[in-house]
């Protein structure tokens, strides 16, 4: 059985954010299970405030085309999702957005979201963990742009202490969480395989 190529992404740029922290986490659990996995950075993918003017005027951007092909590369993909406002980041939705608008040659409208598993987590200072964050980012993922998403997710609670020295998660409870989502993903990946 061919093993699924699952793609890791945080929706933070921020130094020292705790969601690029839970994602590296991510990222080492994932190569644990023997999957194929790329760990990538919204920082690569630089875009303008979605514009339907600017749209119209050049089509999406040259580095929405390349994540959405990156995306397009992968059977599963883990967002881990800041908290702004009970919402997703600006960052985030604007990605979101300008890939949705990708339509490559012979590719169905929202290819870059349809055909592959979405799983979701989030850390957050707060007690909520990001949760409302990920109901947000669920809505738009499953909603607006019609991806095939996870009903398991994390939320990791008071993100500043949340993280031990190593990376890990120093709740046990949080950290086989993370590790079920995870799991689900791969297992899930490997119907799209």
Known sequence: MT??????????????????????????????????VTHVSLADYPMPLYDGDLEAASGPPETAKKLARMIGLHQGVFIASPEYNASVTPLLKNTVDWVSRVREEGAPPLAAY????????????GTLGGYRSLMALRQVLELGCGATVLPEQV???????????????????????????????????????
């Open 3 to 36: 093993e699924p190529k699952i793609l890791v992404l945080a929706g933070s740029i921020r130094t020292g954010s705790y969601n690029a922290k839970l994602a590296a986490l991510a990222v080492k659990e994932l190569a644990l299970a023997d999957v194929h």
């Open 155 to 193: 939320a990791v609670r008071e993100a500043a202490t949340a993280f031990d020295d190593a990376g890990g998660l120093a709740d046990a409870r949080t950290a086989a969480t993370l590790r079920t989502v995870l799991a689900r993903l791969v297992e899930a990946a490997h119907a799209f395989a």
């Open 114 to 125: 349809k055909g592959r598993v979405f799983a979701l987590g989030a850390a957050s200072p």
